[in-house]
């Protein structure tokens, strides 16, 4: 939870500005000092920001744009920087005719600024407060466009709580949240702003919630094609990171390679990206150099780990072993509390036992080459204890190549061999089998599925899957 909520945070950061019923940064001058910001050009800013001339305005646009220099190069000096352009802005946010829509912005930057830097109770702290700040400016500015964006995170952020956290949910007076209603309430919004100067670009960044999340794939596109014409900063460091989710390897790729070096040193993530779809590629050379590149410049903790262990793939791949068992070792002795961080532990302590081959397959279907993952899978006699896994890639691949038969046939092999197996093989089965079914319109065949993937959900990636899950089920319930 506490990574889902950074991730999001991290690419959905989102200033508004209230304007009657419309949104956002009325005047000329603020709105060229925004766009300056999701370019992250504070050359231009500091030119720009000197003819904005209401105080509260101009101070919440100095602290936004510390924010994204803190969070694409979070050192020491950038945080000191961020911490008093926060202090300056709630002191003159607190005097302005907004106060309480820009109160509740400067709560989010902040939450995701201590979670940034691993101070989680005080991240989370600083969530509630902004969702107190939001209910207020709620009921003052109903008909505000900007409440749009605001309800959309709130649903999809509260949606993602665990079962066990509710009771505390329930007493912080905080709702389920609607992942579905979220999502759509995100697109109008950026359908709302898509034309205003700033303002769309922080919409399209907004929308990859979308991407990110959900299984959108006729959004997916149009995002695809909106990004295409955009050369913001921000806008395509969120689609890139994006692509990372969706098999869309070759084209996040294609922007990496289009995008400036000024642009990767000041989003270092955007290197560990590169060495992400080398890795994919099998390219070992590449990962190794990217992996240096992120680590050299990187300064924050969560992914580090990540990177020694893409380096420890790269080198077995290599048939070096020592030197992968060295990776292995500089992996596990980055400690994290974050989510991810604790899955590259875990994949870096069963990586020294792994099948090279079925790790080939796997990255290759990652990056998008389905054909390519099939033919490696199908020249390959899998041992006893990775048939399963397998039999579950080669689903995966068939799916993807239009296989529909084929890939339920072996998705319902790799359940029936998972009744007692703790992977995440047979839930995930379940999932994609009940999506198949319900994309050709059997809804009471999907729910049985989403039914089994219950029952199996008893192992790997658990509170991931019970989301998956939910979002299935939510789907074929016709919930919105």
């Given at each position: 939870?506490k ?6 945070l991290?690419?959905f950061?989102?200033?508004h500005?209230i304007?009657a019923?419309?949104?956002v ?6 709105q ?12 231009s800013f500091a030119?720009?920001?000197s003819?904005?001339t209401?105080r509260?305005?101009?101070s ?5 744009m510390?924010?994204?220099n ?5 050192t020491?000096a950038?945080?000191d920087?961020y911490?008093a352009?926060?202090d300056?802005a709630?002191d003159d946010v607190?005097k302005?005719?907004y106060?309480?829509?820009?109160t ?7 939450c995701m600024?201590y ?5 989680m ?5 600083q ?6 700040a939001?209910k ?8 505000y466009?900007g ?7 709130y649903?999809?952020?509260?949606s993602?709580?665990?079962e066990?956290w ?17 999502f759509k309430q995100?697109?109008?919004y950026?359908?709302a702003?898509a ?6 670009d922080e919409?399209l960044?907004f929308s990859?919630v979308?991407m990110?999340?959900?299984?959108d794939?006729n959004l997916?596109?149009?995002?695809t094609?909106?990004?295409k014409q955009?050369?913001t900063?921000v ?11 969706r098999?869309m390897?070759s084209e996040a790729?294609a922007?990496?390679?289009a995008?400036?070096t000024?642009t990767?040193?000041?989003?270092p993530l955007?290197y560990h990206?590169?060495?992400k ?9 590449n ?5 240096h590149k992120?680590?050299?410049t990187y ?5 580090k780990n990540n ?6 793939y ?17 992996c596990?002795?980055?400690k994290?509390d ?6 590259s532990?875990e994949?870096a302590e069963?990586?020294?036992k792994?099948?090279t ?5 796997r990255f290759?279907?990652e990056?998008g080459?389905?054909a ?5 899978l199908e020249r390959?006699t899998?041992s ?7 039999t ?10 239009g296989n ?7 998705y319902?092999n790799v359940i029936a061999?998972s009744q ?6 047979g839930?995930?089965s379940?999932?994609y ?5 319900l994309?050709?319109?059997?809804k009471?065949r999907a729910?049985h599925?989403v039914?089994?993937?219950k029952?199996?959900n008893?192992?790997e ?9 939910e979002l299935?089920?939510r789907a074929i319930?016709?919930?919105?």
């Amino acid at each position: 939870m506490k990574n889902f909520i950074l991730s999001f945070l991290c690419l959905f950061i989102f200033p508004h500005v209230i304007g009657a019923q419309q949104v956002v940064f009325a005047d000329d001058a603020s709105q060229t000092a925004f766009a300056d910001i999701y370019a992250i050009d504070n050359e231009s800013f500091a030119r720009h920001i000197s003819s904005v001339t209401d105080r509260a305005k101009a101070s919440f646009l100095r602290e936004y744009m510390a924010l994204m220099n803190y969070t694409a190069a979070n050192t020491q000096a950038n945080y000191d920087a961020y911490i008093a352009a926060s202090d300056c802005a709630f002191d003159d946010v607190a005097k302005s005719a907004y106060a309480e829509n820009l109160t509740c912005q400067l709560h989010i930057h902040k939450c995701m600024v201590y979670m940034y830097s691993g101070s989680m109770v005080s991240g989370g702290l600083q969530f509630w407060k902004s969702y107190r700040a939001f209910k207020q400016a709620e009921q003052k500015y109903p008909n505000y466009t900007g409440q749009l964006s605001f309800r959309g995170i709130y649903n999809i952020l509260f949606s993602q709580i665990p079962e066990k956290w509710k009771t505390l949910k329930g007493l912080l007076g905080l709702p389920d949240g609607n992942l579905e209603l979220g999502f759509k309430q995100v697109e109008q919004y950026r359908k709302a702003v898509a034309t205003l100067r700033g303002v769309g670009d922080e919409a399209l960044v907004f929308s990859f919630v979308n991407m990110f999340f959900s299984h959108d794939q006729n959004l997916t596109s149009e995002l695809t094609k909106l990004i295409k014409q955009n050369p913001t900063a921000v806008v395509r460091y969120a689609y890139v990171l994006s692509c990372g989710q969706r098999q869309m390897g070759s084209e996040a790729e294609a922007t990496l390679q289009a995008t400036d070096t000024k642009t990767f040193d000041r989003f270092p993530l955007l290197y560990h990206q590169r060495a992400k779809y080398a890795l994919r590629r099998v390219d070992t050379k590449n990962v190794i150099h990217w992996s240096h590149k992120f680590l050299d410049t990187y300064r924050g903790v969560s992914n580090k780990n990540n990177a020694y262990l893409q380096m420890a793939y790269a080198y077995l791949f290599m048939d070096n072993k020592a030197m992968a068992k060295q990776m292995v070792d500089k992996c596990l002795a980055v400690k994290s509390d974050f989510d991810i961080d604790r899955r590259s532990h875990e994949e870096a302590e069963r990586l020294m036992k792994s099948d090279t081959t079925m790790l080939r397959a796997r990255f290759l279907f990652e990056y998008g080459n389905f054909a390519e993952s099939l033919r490696t899978l199908e020249r390959h006699t899998p041992s006893k204890d990775d048939v399963v896994e397998h039999t579950f890639r080669r689903a995966r691949a068939n799916e993807k190549l239009g296989n529909k038969a084929v890939a339920i046939k072996q998705y319902d092999n790799v359940i029936a061999l998972s009744q007692n197996d703790t992977r995440y093989f047979g839930p995930y089965s379940c999932v994609y089998v009940a999506d198949l079914y319900l994309s050709s319109g059997d809804k009471t065949r999907a729910l049985h599925y989403v039914d089994m993937a219950k029952k199996l959900n008893n192992g790997e990636y658990q509170k991931e899957l019970d989301q998956r899950i939910e979002l299935t089920r939510r789907a074929i319930n016709g919930k919105k």
